[in-house]
């Protein structure tokens, strides 16, 4: 949402805009959503992954996600690659910490969700009911009450 203080308009306008143009769009010609956290640190407060340098390794794995030649599990956040489906040749990235940055952090994702929601109360009925389904389905997934 870093965007926010730039928007000249109602951001609940700008969801459902998009949310209209997805659902009137030929399904197979929109574009692909990933997500992904770069700036994930670990115990000591180092970034876990190696700079923005190496950030075409995961677009890589996007490109072959797309074209059905990756693979990837279901976390209750979406799919996430494998690590043996992440190019890593000649990174200084072990195991335990690849394995780190491909984990969803259940109890953590929960212990947001709070925020989340205060964040969704702001636009209050102006929020397109698909953006509150989806948090609702997050929960969900997630086993969690708020």
Not at 62 to 83: D, S
Not at 90 to 112: K, R, Y
Request: with cysteine.
């Amino acid at each position: 949402m870093a965007m926010l203080p730039f928007c000249g308009y109602n951001m609940a306008d700008y969801f459902g805009h998009w949310l209209t143009l997805g659902e009137h769009a030929d399904a197979s010609k929109l574009p692909r959503v990933f997500y992904v956290n770069w700036f994930r640190k670990d115990e000591d407060g180092k970034f876990m992954w190696p700079g923005y340098g190496e950030n075409s390794r995961v677009l890589e794995w996007i490109f072959r996600r797309c074209e059905g030649e990756a693979e990837a599990h279901e976390t209750p956040l979406g799919l996430v690659p494998h690590a043996g489906d992440l190019n890593i040749d000649g990174l200084d990235l072990d195991a335990s910490t690849l394995e780190a940055l491909i984990t969803v952090d259940e109890a953590a994702v929960s212990a947001e969700l709070p925020q989340i929601e205060a964040h969704l109360a702001t636009f209050g009925a102006d929020l397109p009911e698909p953006v509150r389904a989806q948090f609702e389905a997050l929960k969900e997934r997630l086993g969690a009450a708020v």
